[in-house]
């Protein structure tokens, strides 16, 4: 892991409880640690330039989500016009 500078990069202190974050039936609501623990792609996922020049770098994967994006429209139109019968 790489060390990261001192600045606060999460909204949480460490040992804040994160509230409905539990996901098992018997267990509890873990505690926000330091952010160096975190691995540093965690604060990459809400930045939307770093998401784009990931997306610039994998050629085939920004085709994927552009073919996916262009089928769900056309989807999207096809049960538009089905249901104007």
Request: glycine share 2%; with cysteine; proline share 5%.
């Given at each position: 892991m790489v060390?990261?500078?001192?600045?606060?990069l999460s909204s949480t202190p460490?040992?804040?409880?994160?509230r409905g974050?539990?996901?098992l039936k018997n267990g509890q609501d873990p505690e926000?640690?330091?952010?160096?623990?975190?691995?540093?792609?965690?604060?990459e996922l809400l930045d939307?330039?770093?998401?784009r020049?990931?997306?610039?770098?994998d050629p085939?994967?920004?085709?994927r989500k552009e073919w996916r994006k262009k089928n769900r429209e056309r989807i999207k139109?096809?049960?538009f016009l089905k249901s104007m019968r």
């Open positions: 060390a990261r500078e001192t600045t606060e460490a040992g804040t409880r994160l974050c539990n996901i926000a640690r330091p952010d160096n623990e975190y691995p540093d792609w965690l604060w939307d330039d770093a998401q020049k990931k997306l610039e770098a085939e994967k920004k085709a139109q096809a049960n």
